[in-house]
């Protein structure tokens, strides 16, 4: 059953106009209720109107009111959340080992329930289509786009990760309509990708964004948006720890669409990168 309607309605909250918070926030404190309200019904409860529902369904990606409903009835019958937890000073190993193990597998979970299925597809069809994938990040979504990278050549298709601005400019100056540039940002405010992310646009470039659920600079300069989920990060994972297990949970489920779509032609070229690394390695 699909999930994260409330979940994707705490991400986007504080982004949200007056009249969309208030019925997000009606719906945060009254889940049950929804499931057996109309539109007009929760605008009139939350001191509102139902043209506002509408309006915060379209905010939050979603196709209408009823599929705001059957999120939020998933969620409803979920496993209560043990939630991400930080950790204390002198603390055991034992202890760090179970809270990080708890928040990946927790970022993980969140960010499966921010997919949009349609997005996800338009991705998989335009990277397939590609004659390059230009993929760019900065700081830990750098070591994301790098490792994207890698997963692409190993199928034998074009792609680059540099970190170098210049460079990156150069080859989107370059690049044709065929093409496709890939920014990643958790903020989805980091101003080299913002810049990188504009440039692409100028040039006709297709984009595809890789940010945080809700709105962001990076997200609105995409052709395609991709999410992960959104949660308060406490001091320590703030260091990108949690959110570089969601980029990369997204990167795996992109690459392993498109050997989907072309399986015969991944199996082929799997096979010939692994003989070319044992060549390496063996030398025969």
Do not use: W
């Amino acid at each position: 059953m699909a999930a994260g309607g409330l979940k994707m309605i705490q991400n986007m909250l504080e982004q949200l106009p007056a009249s969309e918070r208030k019925i997000a926030e009606f719906i945060l404190e009254n889940p049950q209720t929804v499931l057996n309200s109309t539109v007009q019904d929760i605008g009139v409860q939350a001191h509102t109107s139902g043209a506002a529902v509408i309006r915060l369904c379209k905010s939050l990606g979603l196709n209408g009111f009823q599929d705001l409903k059957v999120r939020i009835a998933g969620d409803l019958v979920k496993p209560v959340e043990q939630g991400y937890r930080d950790i204390e000073p002198g603390e055991s190993f034992f202890s760090i080992v179970q809270k990080t193990t708890s928040n990946s597998i927790q970022s993980i979970r969140d960010s499966e329930e921010m997919i949009n299925y349609e997005e996800l597809e338009r991705a998989v069809h335009t990277l397939s289509a590609a004659q390059n994938v230009h993929f760019f990040g900065i700081g830990a979504s750098g070591i994301i786009a790098k490792d994207a990278q890698q997963k692409l050549l190993r199928i034998h298709k074009n792609a680059t990760a540099f970190t170098d601005t210049h460079l990156v400019a150069t080859l989107i100056a370059n690049a044709s309509q065929e093409d496709v540039v890939f920014g990643i940002s958790h903020s989805g405010e980091t101003s080299e990708v913002i810049k990188i992310m504009t440039l692409a646009k100028e040039r006709g470039v297709k984009t595809i964004g890789l940010t945080k659920y809700g709105q962001s600079s990076v997200s609105s300069l995409a052709d395609i948006k991709l999410f992960t989920s959104y949660s308060g990060e406490a001091p320590f994972r703030s260091a990108a720890t949690s959110s570089r297990l969601a980029q990369l949970y997204i990167m795996d489920i992109l690459f392993l669409s498109m050997a989907t779509v072309q399986y015969e032609d991944t199996i082929n070229s799997i096979d010939k990168t692994r003989e070319a690394i044992r060549f390496i390695k063996e030398g025969k």
